[in-house]
């Protein structure tokens, strides 16, 4: 009895064993990302292009890692720990293909608030002097980073503790004009902080409200203190950058690689620094002392924690949101999916994991990506080579870069961020399409340009959610309970057959971005559904939409005439530009899918918007009066394909 008992004791136990490893299999696949592209890694057609994409963007990462560790006010070699460390975590936990996640502009100035405020500034220079013991730094550095990685470690948990309570499906709040403000206001806050150095000016350390005004009226009560010298060198540094990179920008698609000009700015102005002397002879601030090597683990002080909580929250959403959009963006181009939540969770572990090895806070960076597009990457292989060659820098090259002036790194930040302050053309784009979010848009920078980004942020979100709600009570024919159908009535048999292959959605509800997406999905599954289900031609008469729901009737037929989705918009009452783009987004998707997409009961605004914002088809007409024209129209075009035909034959 004991024998048998104990029998089916062991029997259940491995059945729980199976499943659990079942079940930890699943997970393991499903949160490392990783572990689904090696094995189908195409090493022939992929890896020259990756291995191409990592040499520049290890160029890149170098330069940025030492600029932006500048930013943050801490040593420059840490910037190189940070372009190294978080890349690796991000390339096993991350879903971007195309994303070039290390040190970010946005991120280092948020920290730079903690390190300047806790560990105020005694002298501006990198030298090392009063060694620590450790990396042959001073204990005033140390102290710095360590309020930097404290920063970055706090950042990184609050990211995973988003990813536990699956906060990115919460995502859709953050609109694509609160994104393109508050990027471009804190682009502009990273511009002020490196006019002391492209002046060569000694500027005291301003933060808080309105502390982006105060350092303007400082360097102009000061002017007379410009470094001549400084000056003309940042002038011809930037130039050269803008005018090499323009180049490299229009002719990209006929040179396989682009100019490094970012490298040899700094090897020709550190060559030049080196032999005129320029340190002592004209007073040109210099990196100093670089490091050889990697630092042993040491765990980010702990004492600090509690002091940095704002600065951490701004870090985890402000380097989130950045990093979601360029992760988005590359899905959307290269066609495969990005799990918001995913995100949080490779993020927070890029912030978390690197602190212990002296990292400043990291995300994803708009010039990195551009660069990973350009160059033709195909995966994160391109990212983990590009930490080899970084490597090398660390234990190689790092020593020569003492000479290095540091208006040229600030040259390379300024023009660096020509990407974010560009958005600024988004204005236009905004106000013809709707000029609620060109005000959201506006506001929102304001409020980033008098605070900080992660105020801005929350300010534009709010901003959004209280306007829509204001909004939606005045869609008087809204109507989510109680939906109407679209009625199409056809006397003659003739007409019945201008049906066929048609499908007719009507929006009876505003489209925002609260339901935009949930919309897209919706429609985009339908029409895949069509085309997977038969070996005919589907064909879908009647389809309602509602509250981000489609159910449609099907009816097969096995004509090849192209198929045509009609979208009623009598019921769209309002709509914003997230609502505007998802409508351009759905025409181009069918248009890939030779579906013919037309638009019935539009009003004038939604025709103007649509019509500046996208490149609709100008032979075929795409707005109708009603859905009757619509359909008529499409019978016309049919019969006249048709007589076309039998005119040939």
């Not at 390379?412 to 961020?417: E, N, R, T």
Request: with cysteine; aromatic share 10%; proline share 4%.
């Amino acid at each position: 009895m004991m024998t048998g008992a104990k029998k089916k004791r062991s029997t259940v136990w491995r059945k729980i064993q199976a499943v659990r490893l079942e079940h930890i299999k699943a997970w393991c696949m499903r949160r490392l990302p990783i572990l689904e592209w090696v094995p189908v890694y195409n090493w022939k057609e992929n890896l020259v292009p990756d291995t191409v994409s990592g040499m520049m963007l290890a160029i890149q990462q170098v330069t940025q890692g030492l600029a932006f560790a500048v930013l943050s006010s801490v040593h420059p070699v840490f910037g190189l720990y940070g372009s190294f460390f978080p890349v690796i975590i991000y390339a096993i936990f991350g879903m971007g293909r195309h994303v070039a996640t290390g040190t970010f502009a946005l991120t280092s100035l948020i920290s730079a608030n903690a390190v300047e405020r806790l560990v105020p500034s005694v002298r501006t220079n990198f030298t090392a002097n009063n060694n620590s013991g450790i990396l042959g730094l001073s204990e005033f550095e140390m102290q710095r980073i360590g309020v930097a990685a404290a920063v970055s470690f706090l950042g990184g948990i609050i990211q995973v503790v988003m990813f536990t309570l699956q906060l990115g499906s919460a995502t859709f709040l953050l609109t694509e004009p609160v994104i393109s403000a508050m990027t471009t206001g804190a682009a502009t806050h990273v511009v002020t902080s490196q006019v002391k150095y492209l002046l060569g000016m000694k500027v005291p350390y301003m933060s808080g409200p309105l502390a982006f005004f105060h350092i303007y009226a400082y360097v102009f009560e000061n002017i007379r203190t410009v470094q001549l010298e400084a000056l003309l060198l940042s002038l011809l540094s930037i130039v050269v950058l803008v005018l090499v990179k323009e180049l490299n920008e229009k002719f990209h698609r006929n040179i396989k690689v682009v100019l490094p000009i970012d490298l040899l700015l700094i090897i020709a102005t550190s060559i030049a620094c080196y032999c005129a002397d320029m340190e002592y002879v004209y007073g040109i601030e210099v990196v100093g002392n670089i490091p050889k090597g990697l630092p042993s683990p040491k765990a980010p002080p702990m004492s600090v924690l509690p002091e940095v909580v704002t600065e951490a929250f701004g870090v985890a959403l402000v380097g989130y949101v950045a990093s979601l959009a360029l992760a988005q963006g590359s899905a959307k181009k290269f066609k495969y999916t990005v799990d918001d939540n995913q995100e949080f969770l490779a993020h927070g572990l890029s912030n978390m994991i690197p602190s212990f090895f002296f990292c400043i806070p990291s995300a994803a960076a708009m010039g990195r990506t551009a660069l990973l597009y350009s160059t033709g990457a195909k995966t994160q292989v391109a990212c983990l080579i590009s930490c080899v060659l970084i490597l090398v820098v660390i234990y190689t090259i790092g020593p020569l870069l003492y000479w290095l002036p540091m208006c040229v790194l600030a040259s390379i930040i300024v023009v660096g961020l020509k990407g974010m302050l560009m958005q600024f053309r988004d204005l236009k784009k905004y106000w013809n399409m709707d000029k609620i979010d060109w005000s959201i848009w506006v506001s929102t920078y304001v409020f980033t340009i008098c605070f900080a980004a992660n105020v801005g942020l929350l300010y534009g979100v709010v901003c959004t959610i209280v306007i829509v709600i204001f909004r939606f009570p005045r869609a008087k024919t809204m109507n989510l309970e109680n939906m109407k159908e679209v009625e199409y009535k056809y006397k003659a048999e003739d007409n019945c057959e201008s049906l066929k292959q048609v499908k007719i959605v009507s929006v009876n509800s505003p489209l925002v971005f609260l339901n935009a997406r949930k919309f897209h999905a919706d429609l985009l599954k339908i029409i895949q559904k069509d085309g997977m289900n038969s070996q005919c031609e589907q064909n879908t008469l009647l389809c309602s939409f509602s509250n981000g729901s489609c159910h449609g009737e099907l009816v097969q037929s096995c004509h090849n005439e192209r198929r045509v989705l009609i979208l009623d918009c009598s019921g769209l009452n309002f709509f914003d530009y997230t609502g505007v783009s998802v409508l351009l987004q759905i025409y181009m998707d069918c248009k890939n899918r030779y579906i013919d997409v037309l638009l019935a009961h539009c009003k004038a605004s939604l025709i103007k918007a649509m019509q500046y914002g996208g490149n609709l088809d100008s032979e075929n007409p795409v707005f109708f009066e009603s859905i009757s024209s619509a359909i008529d129209a499409i019978q016309i075009h049919r019969n006249y394909s048709k007589f076309s035909e039998q005119s040939e034959v």
